[in-house]
């Protein structure tokens, strides 16, 4: 379990599917008794004392009004789709339940930036700009090559890494498919690497609870 402070007060945290109801119990022991209402994002816990907790339907998963039903459906196995990218590094894979059963890493060089001035540092920065649409370029081809072909069965597509790079490599309209498929929750990942890959199988299936 992970967390960190929330823009407008409280905080989010993250919570293995398998464990949401023990963490709804912790909640009602400090809080009290909640009451459970349905909202858009998933499910509203508000306790006597005033604290609400935000649970958040994973991606891929379908909502219910039910707090139990809520949990198994949340740890139930879902076949979703990954991209992480960066500039000059992507990762893509597809997640079946909590194994990564189909993936590829690729990093292309990026040109660092460059303290020099001028001309000099205008021809380094227009370089830069070039190898990263290339690299960008690439990882849409990996992606239409890995992905593209498992749309139909996937619940969700979870990104991750820089947005810019995320929408630039679904802008391909081959992709299209794929891009219909995203979910809004954007994954903090370094750059792209197969262990990177990996733990975003675990953040893309948790259960993001907002706490205030």
């Known amino acids: 379990m992970s967390s960190r402070p929330a823009a407008g007060g409280g905080r989010w945290v993250e919570v293995d599917p398998g464990r949401v109801l023990r963490w709804v119990e912790g909640f009602a022991d400090r809080h009290g008794p909640p009451v459970t209402t349905v909202r858009g994002f998933g499910l509203l816990l508000t306790?006597?004392?005033?604290?609400?907790?935000?649970?958040?339907?994973?991606?891929?998963?379908?909502?219910?009004?039910?707090?139990?039903?809520?949990?198994?459906?949340?740890?139930?196995?879902?076949r979703i789709g990954l991209l992480l990218a960066r500039k000059g590094a992507v990762a893509v894979g597809v997640a079946d339940g909590?194994?990564?059963?189909?993936?590829?890493?690729?990093?292309?060089?990026?040109?660092?930036?460059?303290?020099?001035?001028?001309?000099?540092?205008?021809?380094?920065?227009?370089?830069?700009?070039?190898?990263?649409?290339?690299?960008?370029?690439?990882?849409?081809?990996?992606?239409?090559?890995?992905?593209?072909?498992?749309?139909?069965?996937?619940?969700?597509?979870?990104?991750?890494?820089?947005?810019?790079?995320?929408?630039?490599?679904?802008?391909?309209?081959?992709?299209?498919?794929?891009?219909?498929?995203?979910?809004?929750?954007?994954l903090d990942v370094p750059e792209p690497r197969r262990a990177v890959l990996v733990a975003a199988v675990s953040a893309a299936r948790a259960v993001h609870i907002l706490v205030r």
């Open 98 to 186: 909590t194994e990564l059963v189909t993936s590829k890493v690729d990093t292309r060089y990026v040109q660092g930036r460059t303290a020099a001035g001028g001309w000099s540092q205008q021809r380094f920065a227009r370089r830069r700009d070039n190898q990263a649409k290339a690299a960008l370029g690439d990882a849409a081809d990996l992606a239409v090559r890995l992905l593209l072909p498992a749309a139909g069965t996937l619940t969700a597509l979870v990104c991750g890494g820089d947005r810019r790079a995320v929408d630039t490599v679904l802008a391909d309209r081959r992709l299209a498919p794929l891009a219909a498929l995203r979910a809004e929750r954007l």
């Open 47 to 78: 306790a006597p004392d005033g604290a609400t907790a935000e649970l958040h339907t994973p991606p891929g998963a379908r909502s219910t009004p039910d707090l139990t039903a809520f949990a198994g459906v949340a740890a139930a196995p879902r």
